[in-house]
């Protein structure tokens, strides 16, 4: 089992920044991928990276260039820096972790709660 918890989500102007922690629990933190999703109000939950135990990373091509994914297995955290924030980046981010390295929801097993980041024009 792993559980995840999520924080560092806020309210942030245009062109701010925030970076987002996901503290895991459990022994086997270090091999399982990780990553980031979010879900705007009325849509679907949609990737935004992910980080493999080797460190190879993915992105979504909407936060390519602004965020950066990263993590330190011996802290059992995932963040996600996210930099140059637009309007658009406003939704709830969850945290999710699961073993194959992969941008569709269904491949993650466990989940966090989620983390309000709104971005204000």
């Known amino acids: 089992q792993v559980q995840l918890v999520e924080s560092g989500g806020g309210l942030v102007q245009a062109g701010g920044s925030l970076r987002l922690s996901c503290a895991a629990s459990g022994r086997t933190f270090s091999s399982y991928t990780m990553g980031w999703f979010r879900q705007a109000p009325g849509k679907e939950r949609d990737f935004v990276a992910a980080?493999?135990?080797?460190?190879?990373?993915a992105y979504a091509d909407s936060v390519k260039g602004r965020f950066t994914i990263s993590r330190d297995n011996l802290k059992n955290t995932v963040y996600l820096q996210m930099n140059s924030l637009k309007p658009e980046d406003t939704a709830v981010y969850y945290c999710?972790?699961?073993?194959?390295?992969?941008?569709?929801?269904?491949?993650?097993?466990?989940w966090g709660q989620g983390t309000q980041v709104t971005v204000s024009s």
């Open positions: 980080i493999r135990w080797s460190g190879n990373n």
């Open positions: 999710a972790a699961g073993t194959v390295y992969s941008t569709l929801f269904n491949d993650y097993t466990y």
